[in-house]
C-alpha cells in the first residue's frame, strides 16, 4: 500500500503530491537549496572508482532506519573476471561485498524505487541477487561519469522478468554503506563496503536543536511549504495530514530526504551525513528557502493575478 501523496512542491517528489502541478522545480531548484560538497570520484568502470578525488562544488546543491539485518553474506555472481571470488563474504576486517548499482538517482532507507533492468551485466547481476538474498548497492552517478562512495542497499522486493531477460523490479532502501575499496568491475561493480550509522551527539544539544525539537520544526515547514504551494496550483487550502506518521527522528530525516527528487546531489549530501540533527537542520534550512520563495511567489501572484483571456 502506497503512503497518501502531498502537494508538488518546487523540489519534492511526485509521490509525495496530492494536488497540482510541479512549481517550476528544476528553474528553483539554484534559488532555494543551499550550498554543499559532494565527494566525486573516477568513472565506475575504473578498478579506482571509488579513490576520494577532490572535492567539487555541486551546480544546485549536493553532498536512519539503518537496517541491521541481512548482514552476512551479500553474493556476486559466479566465476566473474578481475580479482576476487565468485561469491562474496565479510572480510576479516569487517567489510562485506557488495554488488553495485550506480544510478541517476539516490535510495534512502526505507524508500521505494521502480527499476527496469535491461544493460546485459546487470542483468546478470539481477540474475545472481535473486537466486541468494535479494540485495544489493545503489551509488548515485551523475552526469559526470563518477560515482558516489556512499549508498544505501536496495532490496527487491518485487520483480517481474520478461520474455527478453529484462526485469522490472521495485526495490526498497535499507542501511547505508559507505565503499572501502573495488573488488572487480567485470562483468559488474563488486566493492568491499561498511555500513554507516548516525552517531549521537557528541555533546548535549542547544535548546531547540535536539533531533527530536528539529524534526518538529520540519514537519511544520513542510506543512507550510505544501499550503503555499497549493494556493500557487489554484487547489483548495485542506489540513495537511500528520506528515511524520510516528517516525522517530531519522527515519523521518531520510523521509523528508527522499523528498527532495528533484535535487539528487542534495539528496547525496543528506544521505552522507552520519548527525541525524544536522541533517534535520540542513532540511529545515532548504524548507525555510522554500517558503521564503514560494511565499514571495504568491504575494506576487496576488498583486499581479493573470488577466483573463480576450479571446
Request: contains cysteine; hydrophobic residues 40%; proline residues 8%.
Amino acid at each position: 500500500m502506497h503512503p497518501q501523496p502531498f502537494p508538488s512542491l518546487p523540489f519534492l517528489s511526485p509521490r509525495v503530491a496530492v494536488a497540482g502541478e510541479k512549481i517550476q522545480r528544476m528553474a528553483l531548484l539554484a534559488q532555494i537549496l543551499p550550498p554543499a560538497r559532494v565527494v566525486a570520484v573516477a568513472a565506475a568502470s575504473s578498478p579506482n572508482a571509488f579513490r576520494r578525488a577532490p572535492r567539487q562544488h555541486a551546480v544546485a546543491a549536493a553532498s536512519s532506519s539503518t537496517g541491521r539485518r541481512g548482514r552476512g553474506r551479500l553474493a556476486t555472481a559466479a566465476n566473474a573476471s578481475g580479482s576476487g571470488s565468485g561469491s562474496s563474504s565479510e572480510s576479516d576486517d569487517g567489510l562485506v561485498e557488495l554488488p553495485l548499482f550506480p544510478l541517476p538517482l539516490v535510495l534512502f532507507p526505507d524508500a521505494t524505487h521502480a527499476l527496469h533492468i535491461f544493460e546485459f551485466r546487470y542483468r546478470i547481476m539481477m540474475h545472481t541477487v535473486l537466486q541468494t538474498d535479494l540485495r544489493f548497492g545503489v551509488v548515485f552517478a551523475g552526469s559526470g561519469g563518477g560515482a558516489a562512495d556512499v549508498g544505501c542497499v536496495g532490496e527487491v522486493v518485487k520483480h517481474e522478468r520478461l520474455a527478453d531477460d529484462r526485469f522490472f523490479l521495485i526495490c526498497k532502501g535499507q542501511e547505508r554503506f559507505r565503499v572501502a575499496r573495488v573488488v572487480r568491475t567485470k562483468p559488474y561493480l563488486v566493492a568491499a563496503v561498511q555500513w554507516l550509522e548516525d552517531r549521537p551527539p557528541a555533546e548535549k544539544p542547544a535548546p531547540g536543536e535536539d533531533a527530536e525539537a528539529l524534526a518538529t520544526d520540519v514537519e511544520a515547514l513542510m506543512r507550510d511549504v505544501i499550503r503555499i504551494a497549493n494556493r500557487l496550483n489554484g487547489k483548495p487550502e485542506k489540513d495537511v495530514e500528520d506528515l511524520r506518521r510516528g517516525l522517530f527522528p531519522t527515519p523521518f530525516s531520510f523521509y523528508v530526504g527522499n523528498t527532495f527528487e528533484g535535487a539528487p546531489r542534495e539528496q547525496q549530501a543528506l544521505l552522507e551525513l552520519e548527525d541525524t540533527a544536522a541533517r534535520l537542520r540542513r532540511e529545515r534550512d532548504t524548507l525555510r528557502n522554500t517558503l521564503n520563495y514560494l511565499t514571495a511567489a504568491s504575494a506576487v501572484k496576488d498583486a499581479f493575478p493573470s488577466s483573463p483571456s480576450s479571446g
